[in-house]
Structures are given as C-alpha cells and as structure tokens.
C-alpha cells in the first residue's frame, strides 16, 4: 500500500468562486488572480490548483466549494477580498 501524496504551498493566494453567481467565468477570475499577483509587486510559482470541497449544506442537499489557488514568490500582505493567503 502507497502513501498519500502531500502537496504542500506556501505564500498561496487563495479565491473561493462563487459558482451561484450568474456571470461568474471560470476564465476571468484566473486572469484576475494573475492580475491581482502582478499588481501587489509579486509573482505566479507553478500552476494553478483547485481544491474542492463537497458537503450537505443546510437543505440536506449536496453542494460544493471551489478554490482557485496560485502560489506566490513572495507572501501578499494586506490582501482585499475576494482574496485571502
């Protein structure tokens, strides 16, 4: 038997997408977070990574949290939201 495989990030600049909303891009919201990494003076290390996170939300009903997460050469801080380290 293998042991799981562990991913460890540091100085990551985590966006949770907000799937309920009408307009929301998967697309857009990568660009921004580049954007948003390039305009606080830092910059993108590896590639983008998804966490998603499944759960029975108050209706008993099936529901799901996706995070878009790119990890920085440096730590961001003071960071507005969407956005969160």
Same mark, same amino acid.
């Given at each position: ?6 991913? $460890? ?8 997408? *907000?799937? +309920?909303?009408? #307009?929301?891009?998967? !697309?857009? =919201?990568? %660009? ?5 990494? $390039? ?8 590639? *983008?990574? +998804?966490?998603? #996170?499944?759960?029975? !939300?108050? =209706?008993? %009903? ?24």
């Amino acid at each position: 038997m293998s042991l799981p495989k562990i991913l $460890k990030l540091t100085n990551v600049l985590k966006h949770k997408c *907000l799937l +309920q909303e009408e #307009n929301f891009n998967f !697309n857009i =919201a990568i %660009e921004q977070i580049k954007s948003y990494i $390039k305009v606080k003076g830092t910059t993108q290390i590896g590639p *983008l990574t +998804q966490y998603i #996170n499944t759960y029975i !939300n108050d =209706a008993n %009903e099936l529901d799901v949290d996706i995070y878009m997460m790119l990890q920085c050469s440096n730590f961001i801080h003071s960071v507005e939201l969407p956005y969160t380290m």
